[in-house]
């Protein structure tokens, strides 16, 4: 069931795939933090705020993926509200056709668009201090995109977007997408130690406890940075995937073979990054990854 469930003071949530932040500013005004995802749930949120008298003036947008910008459109439609979005996101959610393409590397072919990725363009402004609402502070969360931010209300929740992920996110998606594993790491170290009265992740339910969650998130991407690093030695990229997959018991279909790819790579780069590891074309022109 979708609602909309208050939190402190002026900070509520709607709890949905993508939970969405709600910020009453007065006047029958409020700011969402992200729009979730499918229609059902974009037109049950707007339900719920014209049940209460309330208008949306301003939507910040954590990052581009599509389950947090879908409702972009129907609410800037509606109410004309402004719509923020970091530097490195802002032009993803005005051009979301994007966001496939990078993930199909840059080949246009139908996979890249798949009606998931497939969500109405909206105008975003890039947020900085200067247009950044009063009261909300943002903080940068990089590692799952591009640029990501969170937001801290003036009622101390923070809502983290996808920063950090629930355990049942891990179980069911065994290798969930993030754009920088080092990046990422460093974030959940931040986060793990952060203060603040109640966390709202994207994927799973507010708490006042996130070190717990944080430690999880750091030992499972930690336990996968691993199996990529032990599988490492002598192998093509298309024979480490393979075993990859494997090893993960992953149900692998064709649809989510780019997304499982983009992954492998990544982790590779930090293992690269990290100088664990190397590449060298072998003497039939094939790029073989070994272990330092």
């Known amino acids: 069931?979708?609602?909309?469930?208050?939190?402190?003071?002026?900070?509520?949530?709607?709890?949905?795939?993508?939970?969405?932040?709600?910020?009453?500013?007065?006047?029958?005004?409020?700011?969402?933090?992200?729009?979730?995802?499918h229609q059902?749930?974009?037109?049950?949120?707007?339900r719920l705020l014209g049940a209460k008298n309330l208008r949306v003036k301003t939507i910040i947008d954590t990052h581009c993926h599509v389950d947090h910008i879908a409702g972009n459109k129907y609410f800037?439609?509606?109410?004309?509200?402004?719509?923020?979005?970091?530097?490195?996101?802002?032009?993803?959610?005005?051009?979301?056709?994007?966001?496939?393409?990078?993930?199909?590397?840059?080949?246009?072919?139908?996979?890249?668009?798949?009606?998931?990725?497939?969500?109405?363009?909206?105008?975003?402004?890039?947020?900085?201090?200067?247009n950044t609402p009063e009261g909300l502070e943002i903080i940068s969360l990089p590692g799952h995109s591009f640029d990501m931010v969170g937001v801290r209300t003036q009622d101390d929740v923070v809502f983290l977007a996808d920063a950090i992920l629930s355990k049942r996110t891990w179980d069911e998606h065994k290798l969930p997408f993030f754009y920088n594993i080092n990046a990422a790491l460093e974030t959940l170290e931040e986060i793990k130690n952060m203060k603040g009265k109640i966390f709202v992740p994207a994927?799973?339910?507010?708490?006042?406890?996130?070190?717990?969650l944080a430690e999880y998130n750091i030992m499972r991407m930690k336990e996968r940075k691993e199996l990529v690093y032990d599988i490492c030695?002598?192998?093509?990229?298309?024979?480490?995937?393979?075993?990859?997959?494997?090893?993960?018991?992953?149900?692998?279909?064709?649809?989510?073979?780019?997304?499982?790819?983009?992954?492998?790579?990544?982790?590779?780069?930090?293992?690269?990054?990290?100088?664990?590891?190397?590449?060298?074309?072998?003497?039939?022109?094939r790029l073989i990854y070994h272990r330092n």
């Open 76 to 130: 800037s439609d509606k109410y004309g509200c402004e719509i923020l979005a970091p530097k490195g996101e802002a032009f993803f959610v005005s051009y979301p056709d994007l966001e496939a393409k990078f993930y199909y590397a840059g080949i246009d072919t139908e996979k890249s668009r798949n009606p998931f990725f497939m969500v109405e363009p909206s105008v975003a402004k890039v947020i900085t201090p200067e």
């Open 233 to 285: 030695e002598g192998l093509s990229f298309d024979d480490m995937f393979a075993l990859m997959i494997e090893k993960l018991n992953i149900n692998l279909v064709t649809s989510k073979y780019p997304m499982y790819a983009v992954m492998l790579r990544n982790f590779l780069q930090s293992l690269v990054d990290d100088k664990a590891i190397y590449a060298k074309i072998d003497e039939d022109t």
């Open 1 to 37: 069931m979708f609602e909309i469930n208050k939190l402190i003071g002026n900070t509520s949530y709607y709890s949905a795939f993508s939970n969405v932040g709600i910020i009453d500013v007065g006047d029958g005004e409020v700011i969402l933090i992200d729009t979730c995802d």
């Open 40 to 46: 059902r749930m974009i037109r049950g949120l707007d």
């Open 203 to 212: 994927h799973n339910v507010p708490t006042e406890n996130i070190g717990e």
